[in-house]
């Protein structure tokens, strides 16, 4: 196994343990609400990482429409510690292990390990169909705004991709 596919093993390993802590303490802070929306957020380097999350009863107390497709409006980001453990830190070392061009692969691993880790939680029943799933930048560029709807499109069903994509 190549060096860039343990790294990406390794991430996705980490962001999984990570998200799960964040769902249990979500479902520990707010045992009457229900989660409709989960997203992990980085910046365009993907040298950090967090996550935020959201309900039917927080949306339904938003005055914009859009809410359920903007996580950077959302309420909810309990346990965001979760990441500093593991996550956020062989985030940095790799980025910082790159040089010239494979800073570009790192972006591109980085953020396909972000989301194959829903994916697999998804599948796991960790999350079920009716959660909005997302990975982005909390001020993206061109590259990572790609990034994202390639996310959304993988990790939602069809339908929820075109709602998303009506919103932009």
Same mark, same amino acid.
């Given at each position: 196994?190549?060096?860039?596919?343990?790294?990406?093993?390794?991430?996705?390993?980490?962001?999984?343990?990570?998200?799960?802590?964040?769902?249990?303490? !979500?479902?520990?802070?707010?045992?009457?609400?229900?989660?409709?929306?989960?997203?992990?957020?980085?910046?365009?380097?993907?040298?950090?990482? #967090?996550?935020?999350?959201?309900?039917?009863? !927080? =949306?339904?107390?938003?005055?914009?429409?859009?809410?359920? !497709?903007?996580?950077?409006?959302?309420?909810?980001?309990?346990?965001?510690?979760?990441?500093?453990?593991?996550?956020?830190?062989?985030?940095?070392?790799?980025?910082?292990?790159?040089? #010239?061009?494979?800073?570009?692969?790192? =972006?591109?691993?980085? !953020?396909?390990?972000?989301?194959?880790?829903?994916?697999?939680?998804?599948?796991? #029943?960790?999350?079920?169909?009716?959660?909005?799933?997302?990975? #982005?930048?909390?001020?993206?560029?061109?590259?990572?705004?790609?990034?994202?709807?390639?996310?959304?499109?993988?990790?939602?069903?069809?339908?929820?991709?075109?709602?998303?994509?009506?919103?932009?």
């Amino acid at each position: 196994m190549s060096k860039a596919a343990e790294y990406a093993e390794r991430l996705e390993e980490v962001v999984k343990d990570a998200v799960l802590r964040t769902v249990a303490e !979500f479902k520990r802070r707010h045992p009457r609400e229900h989660m409709n929306g989960y997203a992990l957020l980085t910046d365009d380097g993907l040298g950090t990482l #967090g996550h935020v999350a959201c309900s039917k009863e !927080f =949306i339904a107390s938003e005055s914009e429409p859009d809410t359920l !497709f903007l996580p950077v409006d959302w309420a909810y980001d309990d346990g965001v510690k979760a990441f500093d453990r593991q996550a956020r830190p062989l985030l940095v070392s790799h980025a910082d292990a790159c040089e #010239g061009g494979e800073f570009l692969a790192h =972006i591109d691993d980085s !953020f396909n390990a972000l989301v194959s880790a829903l994916m697999s939680l998804r599948g796991d #029943g960790v999350f079920g169909a009716d959660v909005f799933l997302s990975v #982005g930048s909390t001020d993206p560029s061109d590259r990572l705004e790609r990034l994202e709807e390639n996310a959304v499109r993988a990790l939602n069903s069809d339908a929820v991709y075109r709602a998303w994509k009506n919103t932009r």
